[in-house]
């Protein structure tokens, strides 16, 4: 078997920007950012969302205003409204 075959896992800390918590964790992800956690090299991988930060793990109920949305959406798929099609 080929030895580049398989990629390699890499120490990966996943570090969620909404609460600030890492994960620590094996990956084949790499990233340009490299810190020294408990004396070993991680790359870090910001994230948005995690399972400490999504609704649907918190039980955060959030609202979403579609309203504005769908009005934007009639606006600028607005038909004519005097012609029609013989």
Same mark, same amino acid.
């Given at each position: 078997m080929?030895?580049?075959?398989?990629?390699?896992l @890499? @120490?990966?800390?996943?570090? %969620?920007?909404g609460?600030? &918590?890492?994960?620590?964790? &094996?990956?084949t =992800?790499?990233s340009?950012? &490299?810190?020294?956690?408990?004396?070993? %090299?991680y790359?870090?991988v910001?994230? %948005?969302?995690? =399972?400490?930060?999504?609704?649907?793990?918190t039980g955060e109920?959030?609202?979403? %205003?579609t309203?504005?949305?769908?009005e934007?959406f009639?606006?600028?798929f &607005?038909?004519?409204g005097?012609?029609s099609a013989?």
């Open positions: 080929k030895a580049e075959g398989h990629p390699t @890499n @120490n990966v800390c996943f570090l %969620d920007v609460t600030g &918590k890492r994960f620590l964790t &094996k990956s =992800m790499k340009a950012r &490299k810190e020294k956690i408990d004396g070993e %090299d790359f870090v910001v994230r %948005d969302v995690t =399972m400490d930060s999504h609704p649907a793990y109920k959030r609202i979403v %205003d309203a504005g949305r769908v934007k009639t606006t600028k &607005k038909r004519g005097g012609k013989k």
